[in-house]
């Protein structure tokens, strides 16, 4: 999911001005005019420096605010810290590399400008007028690197806004520039959530100076280098290289064994966009839904930042779909499961991944690195993304005769799609779309069950203890704590009349399950108990002890998830084979394999990790 804005605007909900530009009569003026002094000050074409905050922010503000790439202001200046990317997209929590992560000077543009303007880092954060100044000292030192000078013609500057898009990949660069020139070109105005009018006149003739490309001395990629099936409509647009690593997967013996499931919360345009961001997020697929056209964004040798958990990004393919999670599921077209099947099922070939639920997973489904960003998880593709049907596109169903076993047996959630009407609430800050202007109740199509304290309609909806201290859930749409997902299993912890109950992030909860109808008995599965008479802790992560890392590569930590644990007596599916831990360090290549192995088991709505040592298995 991402959750910046259309070309990578900040995400979070717009405030007041902090700072206007001061008018010569001494009344406060808007941004327009912010931008035209700016422009004036360092001898920037004003369209170009227009068009170049356009399609970083749309012209939004957002004072003291920065968005999911860390960027702040109209301008997206950069300051990328290690508590951004400890968690977000790149899940970097407990990592020793995580300074060196954070250090990559395209992360950093805001202290750049803080130094060609002379003013404070803070300022140019906080303050929109420093901001957007700040923004055309770094073109205007962009352009007198590329060209020698300050040109009066529009046009050649395309070297330095290529170069502004943070881009090292001479395609996104590219990518970048045009779609700028292509705005100075057709004009374009726009009130800003904050009630700002700004405007770009078109220049309808102007000419960029594409041949300054080759001046940057950027990364070329082939469009040969795409990985897709040959019937698929598929092209490579690299995302920004500081959204991912580079790696050699899986012949540097980094397994690749799941493939997760996105929506974007964006258009497709603006999810491409975003990734070519630097300091965001990536995938390494994107699906367009109209027609189920595929953008390749991310090598799948490499790492692609997606899952905000570091151990799944090491061991996945991130695949993000055009949609909203809190639509309805009007987003995912028919053409999109499609293509999307037929891209998973020759991924899932291509690395021996197996074709079923525990493997092929939402970002809803990914746990949390460490006990302070579980809550923060994302939820997509969300109750609207019709798992059994995407399943049975897969040819491997996950659904068969519905029944329940007896105590102690597992059961695969698969309450069907259509018939299965759960109500939802919505709220404005769960739809990015604007379509929900207060929060209200719907009914709809959903692929999951409520999960209740006690079998009766009337008991509370359990609650995650990492989002409910009370331990009482909502409805609330992005509420994942209370509900069990198509395809997931669970061990059988009791049944009474129409209802059954499961074990479930160390409880007992239940759910209305008349006749069997909501499950489908699960065959040959692992499950997995604590090993003594103490609980069995369960981790988000899976690295190696501090003592297994060779000298000179700093150790990766992880502690016990704060909330959760295996507690004697009760049981949990095991999603597969017990794996090493493990953990990757780009600078060098490194692969660290740990001599201790970690169970993934489907803990409550995601899954999460126990030491093999620490629990006892059954067929």
Not at 130 to 148: C, D, E, F, H
């Given at each position: 999911?991402?959750?910046?804005?259309?070309?990578a605007a900040?995400s979070v909900?717009a405030?007041?001005?902090?700072a206007?530009a001061?008018?010569?009569?001494?009344?406060?003026?808007?941004?327009?005019q912010?931008?035209?002094q700016?422009?004036a000050e360092?001898?920037?074409p004003l369209?170009?420096l227009l068009?170049?905050s356009?399609h970083?922010?749309t012209?939004e503000?957002?004072?003291g605010e920065?968005s999911?790439?860390g960027?702040y202001g109209?301008?997206h200046?950069?300051?990328?810290?290690p508590?951004?990317?400890?968690?977000?997209?790149?899940?970097?929590?407990?990592?020793?590399?995580l300074?060196?992560m954070a250090?990559?000077?395209s992360?950093?543009?805001?202290?750049t400008?803080?130094?060609?303007?002379g003013?404070?880092a803070?300022?140019?954060?906080?303050?929109?007028?420093?901001n957007?100044?700040?923004g055309a000292?770094?073109?205007?030192s962009?352009?007198?690197?590329t060209?020698?000078?300050?040109?009066?013609?529009?046009?050649?500057?395309y070297?330095?806004?290529?170069?502004y898009?943070g881009?090292?990949?001479?395609?996104?660069a590219?990518a970048f520039a045009d779609?700028v020139?292509?705005t100075?070109k057709?004009?374009v105005?726009?009130?800003?959530?904050d009630?700002q009018?700004?405007?770009?006149?078109?220049?309808a003739?102007?000419?960029?100076?594409?041949?300054?490309l080759?001046?940057l001395?950027l990364?070329?990629?082939?469009?040969a280098?795409?990985e897709?099936p040959p019937?698929?409509?598929c092209a490579?647009v690299?995302a920004?290289?500081a959204?991912?690593?580079v790696s050699?997967?899986?012949?540097?013996?980094?397994?690749?064994?799941?493939?997760?499931?996105h929506?974007?919360?964006?258009?497709?345009e603006?999810?491409?966009n975003?990734?070519q961001t630097?300091?965001?997020?990536?995938a390494?697929?994107?699906?367009r839904?109209s027609?189920?056209?595929?953008?390749?964004?991310v090598?799948t040798?490499?790492?692609?930042?997606h899952?905000?958990?570091?151990s799944?990004n090491?061991?996945?393919?991130?695949i993000?779909?055009?949609g909203?999670a809190a639509s309805?599921?009007?987003?995912?077209?028919?053409a999109?499961y499609?293509?999307s099947a037929?891209l998973v099922?020759?991924?899932?070939?291509r690395?021996?991944i197996?074709?079923?639920?525990?493997?092929?997973?939402?970002?809803?489904n990914v746990?949390?690195p460490n006990?302070s960003?579980?809550?923060?998880?994302?939820?997509?593709?969300?109750?609207?993304?019709?798992w059994?049907r995407?399943?049975?596109?897969?040819?491997a169903?996950?659904?068969?005769?519905?029944g329940?076993g007896?105590?102690?047996?597992?059961?695969?959630i698969?309450?069907g799609?259509?018939r299965?009407?759960?109500?939802v609430?919505?709220?404005p800050t769960d739809?990015?779309?604007g379509?929900?202007?207060e929060?209200?109740e719907?009914?709809?199509p959903?692929n999951f069950?409520?999960?209740?304290?006690?079998?009766d309609?009337a008991?509370?909806?359990?609650?995650?203890q990492?989002?409910?201290?009370?331990g009482?859930g909502?409805n609330r749409v992005?509420?994942?704590?209370s509900?069990?997902?198509a395809?997931q299993?669970f061990?059988?912890?009791?049944?009474r009349?129409?209802?059954t109950?499961?074990?479930?992030?160390?409880d007992?909860?239940?759910?209305?399950?008349?006749h069997?109808?909501?499950?489908t008995?699960?065959r040959?599965?692992?499950?997995?108990?604590?090993?003594g008479d103490s609980?069995?802790a369960?981790y988000?992560s899976?690295y190696?002890?501090?003592?297994?890392?060779?000298?000179?590569?700093?150790?990766?930590?992880?502690?016990?998830?704060?909330f959760?644990?295996?507690?004697?007596?009760?049981?949990y599916?095991?999603t597969?084979?017990?794996?090493?831990?493990d953990?990757?360090f780009?600078?060098?290549?490194s692969?660290v394999?740990g001599g201790?192995?970690m169970y993934t088991?489907?803990?409550?709505?995601?899954?999460?990790l126990?030491?093999?040592?620490?629990?006892t298995?059954?067929?």
């Amino acid at each position: 999911m991402i959750t910046a804005g259309a070309l990578a605007a900040a995400s979070v909900t717009a405030v007041p001005l902090l700072a206007n530009a001061s008018a010569p009569d001494g009344q406060t003026a808007g941004r327009q005019q912010a931008f035209e002094q700016a422009a004036a000050e360092y001898d920037v074409p004003l369209p170009v420096l227009l068009g170049v905050s356009y399609h970083e922010s749309t012209w939004e503000a957002h004072p003291g605010e920065h968005s999911t790439s860390g960027g702040y202001g109209p301008m997206h200046l950069t300051d990328v810290t290690p508590e951004m990317m400890a968690g977000g997209d790149t899940g970097a929590a407990g990592r020793g590399d995580l300074k060196e992560m954070a250090a990559d000077p395209s992360l950093h543009t805001l202290q750049t400008a803080a130094k060609l303007t002379g003013l404070p880092a803070g300022k140019l954060r906080d303050d929109e007028v420093a901001n957007i100044r700040g923004g055309a000292a770094l073109l205007a030192s962009y352009a007198k690197a590329t060209t020698g000078r300050t040109p009066v013609d529009p046009g050649q500057w395309y070297a330095a806004v290529a170069r502004y898009g943070g881009s090292e990949q001479e395609r996104a660069a590219k990518a970048f520039a045009d779609r700028v020139f292509a705005t100075v070109k057709k004009g374009v105005g726009e009130t800003t959530r904050d009630g700002q009018q700004v405007r770009l006149d078109a220049v309808a003739d102007v000419r960029p100076a594409t041949s300054q490309l080759g001046g940057l001395r950027l990364k070329a990629t082939a469009a040969a280098e795409t990985e897709c099936p040959p019937t698929l409509d598929c092209a490579f647009v690299p995302a920004a290289s500081a959204n991912g690593q580079v790696s050699n997967r899986p012949a540097n013996n980094i397994r690749i064994d799941s493939i997760v499931i996105h929506d974007t919360e964006s258009s497709y345009e603006s999810a491409i966009n975003s990734f070519q961001t630097p300091g965001g997020g990536s995938a390494h697929y994107v699906i367009r839904s109209s027609d189920g056209a595929v953008t390749q964004m991310v090598p799948t040798k490499d790492l692609s930042f997606h899952a905000g958990n570091y151990s799944t990004n090491m061991h996945s393919i991130g695949i993000e779909h055009e949609g909203y999670a809190a639509s309805g599921g009007t987003w995912y077209s028919q053409a999109q499961y499609e293509t999307s099947a037929e891209l998973v099922a020759y991924l899932a070939d291509r690395f021996d991944i197996p074709l079923d639920r525990q493997h092929i997973i939402g970002h809803d489904n990914v746990p949390g690195p460490n006990s302070s960003l579980v809550s923060g998880m994302h939820w997509d593709p969300g109750p609207s993304w019709d798992w059994e049907r995407f399943m049975r596109l897969l040819h491997a169903p996950v659904n068969g005769v519905h029944g329940v076993g007896p105590i102690g047996s597992a059961v695969t959630i698969t309450p069907g799609f259509t018939r299965n009407q759960q109500t939802v609430q919505v709220c404005p800050t769960d739809d990015p779309t604007g379509a929900t202007p207060e929060c209200a109740e719907r009914r709809q199509p959903s692929n999951f069950v409520y999960l209740r304290t006690a079998p009766d309609r009337a008991a509370p909806l359990f609650g995650d203890q990492a989002i409910h201290t009370d331990g009482i859930g909502t409805n609330r749409v992005n509420d994942w704590g209370s509900t069990a997902q198509a395809g997931q299993q669970f061990v059988v912890a009791g049944r009474r009349g129409d209802w059954t109950a499961i074990w479930y992030s160390g409880d007992k909860v239940w759910f209305h399950n008349p006749h069997g109808r909501n499950t489908t008995p699960a065959r040959g599965v692992t499950v997995v108990k604590a090993a003594g008479d103490s609980p069995a802790a369960v981790y988000g992560s899976s690295y190696p002890d501090k003592d297994e890392y060779p000298a000179g590569l700093s150790p990766s930590t992880q502690a016990p998830l704060s909330f959760y644990s295996v507690p004697a007596g009760q049981a949990y599916v095991a999603t597969g084979e017990a794996a090493a831990t493990d953990d990757y360090f780009p600078s060098s290549g490194s692969v660290v394999t740990g001599g201790k192995k970690m169970y993934t088991i489907q803990y409550n709505h995601r899954v999460g990790l126990v030491y093999e040592s620490d629990v006892t298995t059954a067929p």
